[in-house]
């Protein structure tokens, strides 16, 4: 009996432009054109790194040999500042991420005042393409939904490696699906639109064809099994520690096992001046915000957001919707040993995802009256499709099925776009399957994920707007009053009240609980003669609010100093010294 996994391969469109720093090395290939490959990836880097606020360096090379790219944008002593981690395509089949990551690094480097304005403050860091041997998939003559790096894996635990993957049965070069006739199929077309295929609901559904759905290929290990061990790897966002997915398809031999994130990890986790975190990721919590659960404290193991660090995400997230904004955003993502969920609940940093772009929702056509086009998708067929006559019957049901909505609503925009962004069910000969029917069609790999060139610039630049407002949201120190009261006998009461005129807090809850991120701090500057009689020259505070939330601290000194310097500061905040006279 043959394995019979029912996974629908997404889809990805990829025609974009490359902005001004363009480079000549673009693949010729109509799917993926205007996309960078690591080639001109990596010339465009170093044509940035050219200008005076920007710096690149390489965090190691992949088992591909391709540079892990960092890039840093700051001016004045960076690593000194508060700094904003940026990450493009933590997914490496969401390769839009990497394209605006680039583009945000060109917007932001730029010497003009407002940049200028922007790095005496702040530094980004920015990590384009932390997988590029899987981000390269995207360019293969045979175009493959893959996520995974190059690492050799024995998937299905035979003793063999790599030895049974997809296979393009219809030359077309794509790896798209195949659907094999069988009365106890799980699989039946879509009711409005019969290329779609859809799990069949035994009490509701009724009889007709059915079939096994199967990713395109042969059973080249000749094992009952079809594509169970495909070429390679691991996949970037599967091999965190977080909830990480042991055994599981894509996370590795174990955590942070792979070049790419062991460069990730070792360069930020010294990095005490990373304050936030935002990634291009489907895993969306912008859009569809994490929700806090009040009891999460009390667990011991973390798996949801803190209540205390609500209110700093919801201000995010409102920041987010005025500069970027979006409607009918997919559903997020839910991954086993993500770096967006290791980020926040590891790595202790307010973490931020944004999916960036999805096919916009396009209204199904109303036929005019007394006329109906068989297909309430409002997207006919192409003609050539293999389709019954009963299938298309069926498919004149005026009653729309809500299931697959979203690919019904692919066809529709591919239709209004022009987009080739489907192959229609065409039969193939199966060594395999002899004695039934097969057919090849779906999705073309990479054609649902990532927008016509024409929408990437202006997406870019609200997304460089949002940059600038995160940053201009973070914490503030400054004494709010300072008073010096004189006990006698060289004895002096110093009572400091601190305030966070920032929006956001001067430390997540969630970071101090993981003890990595450091705290605010208030520290006091007296020779070593004097002796403090309550409290120490050092002292740690809590997490700050923001918009004005205050910390107090008092000491007691013994001392005959004419001054002392007090200054309250942390490596995420604006910081401030001030000297103040004894008397």
């Not at 798209?176 to 409005?192: C, F, V």
């Not at 409002?378 to 498919?395: L, R």
């Not at 605010?520 to 007296?526: D, P, S």
């Not at 003669?529 to 601290?553: C, D, M």
Request: charged share 25%; aromatic share 8%; with cysteine.
């Amino acid at each position: 009996m043959f394995n019979i996994k029912g996974q629908m391969g997404s889809a990805i469109r990829v025609c974009l432009l490359i902005g001004a720093i363009a480079t000549n090395a673009i693949a010729d290939d109509g799917a993926v054109k205007g996309y960078q490959t690591y080639e001109a990836f990596t010339q465009n880097v170093k044509q940035l790194a050219e200008r005076p606020f920007l710096s690149a360096k390489s965090l190691g090379k992949t088992l591909g040999g391709r540079d892990v790219w960092l890039l840093t944008i700051g001016s004045d002593k960076p690593h000194q500042k508060p700094a904003i981690l940026i990450m493009g395509a933590t997914r490496a089949t969401h390769l839009l991420g990497s394209e605006l990551a680039i583009r945000l690094a060109d917007h932001l480097s730029k010497p003009t005042p407002a940049n200028t304005k922007l790095l005496s403050d702040v530094t980004l860091y920015i990590i384009p393409r932390p997988s590029p041997d899987a981000s390269e998939h995207f360019f293969a003559k045979i175009k493959s939904l893959r996520n995974t790096n190059i690492r050799p894996t024995d998937d299905d635990g035979d003793g063999d490696i790599d030895e049974d993957g997809p296979d393009d049965l219809n030359k077309d070069g794509h790896i798209t699906m195949m659907r094999i006739a069988d009365i106890t199929g799980q699989w039946m077309p879509h009711p409005n639109d019969p290329r779609i295929m859809i799990k069949a609901d035994p009490k509701k559904d009724p009889p007709g064809p059915r079939y096994n759905l199967l990713t395109e290929g042969f059973d080249n290990d000749k094992d009952k099994q079809i594509n169970e061990d495909a070429k390679g790897g691991v996949a970037f966002d599967h091999n965190f520690t977080f909830n990480y997915g042991y055994f599981k398809p894509g996370a590795g031999p174990h955590q942070v096992s792979e070049v790419e994130s062991r460069a990730v990890v070792d360069f930020i986790f010294p990095k005490t001046n990373i304050a936030a975190v935002y990634a291009f990721s489907p895993e969306d919590n912008l859009l569809h915000p994490w929700k806090p659960n009040a009891n999460a404290e009390k667990k011991r193991i973390k798996t949801t957001l803190l209540n205390a660090d609500a209110h700093d995400q919801n201000l995010v997230v409102n920041a987010f919707k005025k500069a970027v904004g979006g409607s009918n955003a997919p559903s997020p993502a839910n991954l086993q040993g993500s770096f967006v969920r290791w980020s926040y609940f590891h790595y202790g940093r307010p973490t931020f995802a944004s999916r960036a772009w999805w096919i916009p929702k396009v209204e199904t056509k109303k036929p005019a009256p007394g006329k109906d086009n068989g297909q309430n998708t409002g997207d006919k067929p192409d003609p050539k499709d293999n389709v019954s006559s009963k299938e298309k019957e069926k498919s004149k049901s005026k009653k729309t099925d809500p299931r697959s909505a979203d690919q019904l609503n692919a066809l529709r925009w591919f239709k209004r776009e022009k987009i080739n962004g489907f192959v229609n069910w065409t039969p193939v000969k199966h060594p395999d399957f002899p004695d039934k029917k097969v057919e090849v069609g779906g999705f073309i790999p990479y054609l649902r994920s990532n927008p016509p060139a024409k929408e990437i610039d202006a997406i870019a630049k609200r997304h460089t707007t949002f940059i600038r407002n995160l940053a201009a949201m973070f914490p503030r120190i400054t004494f709010a009053q300072v008073k010096i009261k004189s006990l006698g006998s060289g004895i002096y009461r110093i009572t400091a009240i601190i305030r966070n005129d920032g929006k956001l807090s001067t430390m997540s809850q969630m970071g101090r609980i993981s003890r990595i991120l450091q705290p605010c701090q208030v520290a006091i500057e007296l020779p070593e003669t004097a002796k403090f009689l309550k409290g120490h020259p050092r002292v740690q505070l809590s997490p700050i609010p923001g918009n004005g939330g205050l910390s107090e601290r008092q000491w007691l000194v013994r001392t005959n100093a004419k001054s002392i310097t007090i200054k309250a500061y942390s490596p995420i905040a604006v910081s401030i010294t001030k000297t103040l006279e004894l008397k």
